[in-house]
């Protein structure tokens, strides 16, 4: 497993009260090269044990919002490729590489998108589930701003370009512009951040860059301030001045990057109304719907000793309405291998052993927790 080869990247880690986390991420980047830092907004800093400390990693408190944390974050990348990376995930060292090396020969493209898989552990079983299988990357004729719009705005649709690898200068420019003010609802700034890519040019999906999502805990930002999801935001009275301000900035944000003014408002409809339309029909289907009310249930109603036994002993076709799907590594490399996604056979059992880890410190604690 090597390690280095990272240099030219930096990675910037928001984090809010996951000590845990951000310890197990120095742990995953303290040897290597790629320069690290993270931006934490808790209320008390962490103290970094003098084991764990390298010259590539960089702590930095602030205690200020997420929103605040990411509009300045580009003062700390002095490389010339970056990506946002959350606290409790990993990027796999081998397809960062990659992703550096596909930047270095293409500059046609401004960043690189991995594959995801979803992880958690349960039981000491390290799970994986393959996520985002739809995305795609542009076509190949894909070759101007117009062309790029329209084929990732609604009702079409690429891949998310949040948690790409990206040249440092256009991923400076995309941040500070897509979390220059503070929204109510936490995924506001994906659509912001997408819109940016479609402008700005195109980003890659890439095959053997592997990219841990982690279902261990809440989104970074829910955490710090809770907030609605996506649909009740967009569609609710009480929010209407944010959702004013927000497609103003997206207009905005199209006639800076040179789009006719002719054709904004044509994009910026397609962009949130039909946007919108489409959420509400896709999460409106029986499937959907009876997930959302089956699963809560499910759970609550279930008792435990059962749900343990189903998720060792059921087959995972028959778990998926369950949410108790996961996979363990030898199946999920497998299907890996089947669609041509290159991995590390070494990185993904080191992840696989600092995630069991983490979660026998959190047991613990919570046990130690309950005790007192």
Request: glycine letters at 4%; proline letters at 4%; aromatic letters at 14%.
């Amino acid at each position: 497993m090597t390690r280095t080869g990272l240099s030219r990247i930096s990675i910037v880690i928001p984090t809010y009260k996951r000590p845990l986390f951000v310890l197990r991420q120095y742990k995953y980047w303290r040897d290597t090269d790629a320069q690290v830092v993270v931006l934490d907004g808790s209320p008390q800093p962490l103290v970094i044990p003098e084991t764990l400390s390298s010259a590539n990693l960089r702590y930095v408190h602030s205690g200020k919002s997420f929103v605040e944390r990411l509009k300045s974050a580009s003062q700390y990348v002095l490389t010339p490729y970056c990506i946002m990376l959350g606290d409790d995930e990993f990027l796999t060292y081998s397809g960062l590489r990659a992703a550096i090396k596909r930047l270095d020969d293409d500059h046609s493209i401004i960043g690189c998108v991995g594959r995801c898989l979803y992880f958690f552990v349960d039981q000491e079983r390290f799970l994986l589930a393959d996520a985002y299988r739809e995305w795609k990357s542009f076509s190949q004729g894909t070759i101007d701003q117009r062309n790029r719009l329209d084929e990732d705005l609604p009702p079409n649709k690429t891949h998310m370009a949040h948690y790409a690898i990206m040249r440092s200068r256009i991923w400076a420019q995309i941040m500070a512009n897509a979390y220059e003010r503070e929204f109510s609802c936490a995924y506001a700034y994906e659509r912001l951040v997408n819109l940016q890519r479609a402008l700005h040019g195109k980003t890659e999906i890439l095959e053997n860059l592997l990219w841990f999502r982690s279902m261990e805990n809440r989104n970074t930002y829910l955490s710090t301030s809770g907030g609605p999801d996506f649909l009740t935001w967009a569609r609710s009275p009480r929010y209407a001045d944010e959702i004013s301000v927000y497609r103003k900035m997206a207009r905005q944000l199209m006639l800076n990057a040179g789009v006719n003014p002719v054709d904004v408002p044509t994009f910026e409809e397609r962009w949130f109304t039909v946007g919108v339309k489409l959420t509400v029909l896709r999460k409106s289907t029986f499937k959907a719907r009876f997930r959302r009310w089956f699963r809560p249930r499910l759970f609550r109603w279930t008792p435990k000793y059962f749900r343990l036994f189903a998720k060792r002993h059921v087959p995972n076709r028959l778990l998926r309405f369950t949410g108790w799907q996961g996979f363990d590594v030898d199946d999920t490399l497998n299907s890996l291998s089947d669609r041509s996604t290159y991995f590390d056979l070494a990185e993904i059992e080191f992840i696989r052993d600092l995630s069991i880890a983490t979660a026998l410190d959190r047991d613990n604690l919570e046990s130690e927790s309950r005790a007192r």
